[in-house]
């Protein structure tokens, strides 16, 4: 079972924690930052394993979230191991017996 989530919005600057500045002088921004707006993490997580998989995205849209759960079921569905192949009627039988 795998499960999803969503996080977000984040600001795309950065937090507050240690600073580089000499105490006295004025803080300022690395000169890799740029001012973009938020951003949000979709998610896909497997409680047995802890296994993660995780994209930061700048919109959250239908089109977004399902085109990257597509990819990444996809390649989950990869390294599963293959299951044998059962007739209509075993599959039936067994389904009755779970049914009690």
């Not at 994209?55 to 191991?81: F, Q």
Request: net charge positive.
């Amino acid at each position: 079972m795998w499960t999803e989530d969503e996080g977000g919005p984040f600001k795309t600057m950065p937090l507050a924690g240690n600073r580089w500045e000499e105490e006295g002088k004025p803080r300022k921004q690395p000169h890799e930052y740029r001012r973009e707006g938020t951003a949000k993490m979709v998610t896909l997580f497997h409680p047995q394993s802890g296994e993660l998989r995780a994209r930061g995205v700048k919109s959250c849209t239908n089109v977004v979230l399902h085109g990257w759960m597509k990819e990444e079921l996809a390649k989950i569905i990869a390294t599963l191991p293959a299951t044998p192949e059962m007739s209509m009627e075993q599959n039936r039988q067994l389904w009755q017996s779970w049914q009690g």
